[in-house]
């Protein structure tokens, strides 16, 4: 062995350091792996060992394999202060870091289901503004906030997803990229048709990732051709947040608006529902009803008082209605793009005074009037379109 390396010194230039390298041995006593390693002049190690971050050697079905994950998790999780984050600070940082941190671990293997909970757990903490020893309450679904923008989700992704979708591509990279060495290696292994047929002659890792995949045809993605399914696939790997529609560009107030709609946000009748002692559920705002989402943002007098103002000066009847059904309503209106968004930004802002009279009613006792309430609705919403784009704002006010 210690000659074999010689040569290719030899040939290649690239001389081995032997006091780095280390011998393992399969199927071979340890004895016999000591005394080799003295002969060489190297260090003899068991399985499993770790080659560029990766465990080899180990069952990936062992949680005990996914510990060096949990770690990386942990290490970043324990010195974050989520409180000092913002919504949209805290939604990044689950994007780009909790979400990219094990790419490595799970584009090789696949993720047990208590690998997956235990991962998916500590992201959520940090979403709702917990640690590692505190649990706050989680006032909407976590696989709902994982869901995608366009069906009412925040876009965070699922790793579970990830996983398949990253396991996945090497089958799209099998096809693709059949002279490749790796590709060439597996074909010469599993045979000529296992990309296409997801075949595997021999148990290993490539076995499970023939496991992942068909399982991914159990999931509804094996209609169409194959390449069809397997840029379905791949088309379920993160990418850039689409711009497309920025309704729900995260913000304090969207963010708010997104929980609201859900039922989420911290009324006193929720707050009891968690389990939360509350002295009292009545609206502190005109303290004849319960202080829960649908009287709040529809049969509560200081939400009505505002309406009645903001009707004339947007020329339509807002409905008496919860703000989902508001929301429906004014997407059926003709309107220009100019005229939906100030809608929008009215509708949004209403709200989102109504929650902040609230709390500030029942922190210090004190309530801002209607007039005020409604100047202070019509600055901020123009002032929110301006910032969002101010082509369409200069052009609605020239009239064009």
Known sequence: MSNALGFFYGVSGHKINFQKSSIIGVGVCQEEIGRLAY?????????????????????????????????????????????LFSIGGT?????????????????????????????ESLRCSVFWGGSLNIRKIHWINWNTALASKKVGGLGIGSLNVLNFSLLYKWRWRGINYRDSLWAQVILDIHGKECFYNMSAKSNGNWNNIVAANKHVHTMGIRSGSVQEQLHSMVGLLPRDLDNSDDRWRISMINHFVWRLLRNGIPTNVNLFGKGVDISTVRCNLCDSGIDDTSHLFRHCPFTCDPRSKINPWVHHN???????????????????????????????????????????????????????TFTSIVSLSFLWVSNRDWSILLIGMNGK
């Open 39 to 83: 002969f060489i002049g190297c260090k003899a190690q068991n399985l499993p060992f770790k080659y560029l971050g990766i465990p080899i050697g180990g069952s990936a079905k062992r949680v005990s394999f996914w510990e060096p994950v949990f770690n990386k998790f942990k290490k970043h999780f324990s010195g974050w202060k989520a409180i």
């Open 91 to 119: 939604l990044t940082l689950i994007k780009s870091v909790l979400g990219s941190l094990g790419n490595y671990f799970l584009s090789i293997y696949r993720m047990p289901k208590s690998v997956v909970k235990t991962l």
């Open 318 to 372: 807002i409905p008496d209605e919860d703000p989902k059904d508001k929301l429906n309503w004014y997407k059926g209106l003709h309107l220009t793009n100019f005229q939906r968004q100030v809608l929008e930004a009215i509708m949004l802002m209403w709200w989102w005074h109504i929650w902040k009279e609230r709390n500030n009613g029942f922190h210090n006792g004190h309530h801002t009037s209607v007039d005020d």
